[in-house]
């Protein structure tokens, strides 16, 4: 429980509260800014500010340092989150838990491993005859290479070895490279596999790892934070019926199309493709290097590769700025603009799991934006109101100390410029006492309620 200032200490040092002059005066402007400063829930708020800004900056920088290592635990967390319906449905059958949870398991282990032996030996004959082929290749290319060289620039065949053997020796960095490449693979590879260990775990005990939050948050509490969490989830799950329906449309598409330009294997990798975009680019750019992998190996022209290129660049385009934010923004209430600028934001700050989960987390941003912004317009000094529940400004505050005898010589001027506009605009001069009866009496009773609710609301908001 907060306790408000005590200003004691203030007249006794000779500070005392400034007389409200004109409005737009300095002596105005000293008189809010009294009332803002002897304003305690003000100073309760920005305390809260501040400590929200801390404890995010501290979340921010143990994220960087450990996003690595929390990156499956993420991804596992949202993969269970995925699941749990499914897995509610499958106990509400009858079923155990533990035996829904197997089932679904077992299931998408079945599809992946169907989708490898459908893809890999057709892969693997491919790259065997590319290999084959591979000397034949690069020797004509190089002969090529020299030929044009003499023709076109006049250099010998000795600067064209000085130059092959200069690009041999960049070639050993490009290996450094691909070592390292291979290392983060590795690691890539560590994380797909624990990637579904920490679903499993997540979906066998979900209710219980999403409450335990909750044991750090005080008791009144937890109803507050419940329901904003019902709202966040509503949203989240409408994105994802969003992106479900984006990536079935994307897999048509890219099947389609690949099959139509008979790239090998099109349709499964349209399909592949379709589907991965339930990530965010992530689909298009699986698709586009597989499609490219394949016409290389089939020994196509560069015709053939720029026109599969130029196919998933059109389709990644049109699902960008128009399929996605007609059909996910129009199931959280964005516009297109929030969803580009919230997935590149994502990517600059986060990295992969920034664009995986910019549109989520700023769908349940705004549900907090929203709380927020209806506390905010429900203060005292949205709504104008000095500290002791009434209006601020000249003629609210005049006309309430007239007629409360609080106001002194400023506030009886005031109250008698009052009446004489009062009087001025009415045709009687009872009917004009009246009127300035009422303003005396109704105004200001009506404007300090108007604040006293404003100010408990604004009191208890948040």
């Not at 490009?174 to 291979?182: H, P, S, T």
Request: with cysteine; glycine share 12%.
């Amino acid at each position: 429980m907060t306790v408000a200032p005590d200003v004691s200490d203030d007249a006794a040092n000779g500070r005392q509260e400034p007389e409200p002059g004109k409005l737009g005066s300095r002596g105005e402007v000293e008189h809010r800014w009294w009332r803002f400063r002897h304003h305690e829930q003000y100073l309760y708020w920005l305390a809260k500010l501040l400590l929200l800004i801390i404890v995010g900056a501290g979340v921010w920088w143990v994220f960087l340092r450990l996003g690595g290592v929390l990156l499956p635990l993420f991804v596992g967390l949202l993969v269970a989150y995925l699941l749990h319906p499914l897995t509610l449905r499958m106990v509400a059958f009858g079923l155990p838990r533990g035996a829904a949870i197997a089932i679904i398991g077992t299931s998408f282990l079945g599809a992946l491993v169907g989708l490898l032996l459908l893809v890999v030996p057709t892969l693997t004959d491919e790259v065997g005859r590319v290999v084959q082929r591979l000397p034949e290749w690069l020797d004509d290319r190089v002969q090529w290479l020299v030929g044009l060289a003499e023709e076109r620039f006049a250099i010998d065949a000795e600067r064209v070895d000085e130059l092959l053997r200069q690009l041999g020796e960049e070639a050993q960095g490009v290996v450094l490279g691909l070592l390292d490449g291979a290392r983060e693979g590795a690691s890539s590879l560590i994380n797909l596999i624990l990637i579904p260990i920490f679903s499993f775990y997540f979906l066998v005990d979900f209710e219980r790892t999403i409450r335990r939050p909750l044991l750090l948050v005080p008791e009144r509490f937890h109803a507050r934070i419940i329901e904003r969490a019902v709202r966040m989830d509503t949203i989240v799950g409408n994105w994802i019926r969003g992106q479900f329906k984006v990536a079935s449309i994307l897999a048509v598409v890219f099947a389609v199309g690949l099959w139509l330009m008979d790239v090998k294997l099109g349709i499964v990798l349209g399909i592949v493709a379709g589907l991965l975009n339930v990530i965010p680019f992530v689909g298009s750019a699986t698709g586009v290097i597989l499609a490219l992998l394949m016409v290389l190996l089939e020994g196509s022209g560069f015709t053939r590769l720029l026109l599969v290129a130029g196919f998933f660049a059109v389709v990644q385009a049109v699902e960008s700025y128009w399929l996605t934010p007609r059909i996910v923004g129009q199931a959280l209430g964005f516009g297109p603009m929030t969803i580009i600028v919230a997935i590149l934001a994502g990517g600059a700050l986060f990295g992969f799991l920034g664009v995986l989960l910019a549109v989520p987390a700023t769908a349940a941003g705004t549900v907090l934006a929203r709380d927020m912004l209806d506390w905010y317009q429900q203060t005292a000094f949205w709504r104008g109101c000095n500290g002791e529940g009434t209006r601020t400004g000249q003629s609210a505050s005049a006309v309430a100390d007239g007629a409360n005898g609080k106001g002194g010589a400023a506030g009886a001027d005031a109250l008698q410029e009052a009446e004489q506009q009062t009087a001025g605009t009415l045709e009687t001069g009872g009917d004009a006492q009246e009127a300035s009866d009422s303003g005396e009496n109704q105004a200001p009773q009506s404007q300090d309620r108007e604040c006293e609710g404003s100010g408990d609301e604004g009191g208890n908001g948040g």
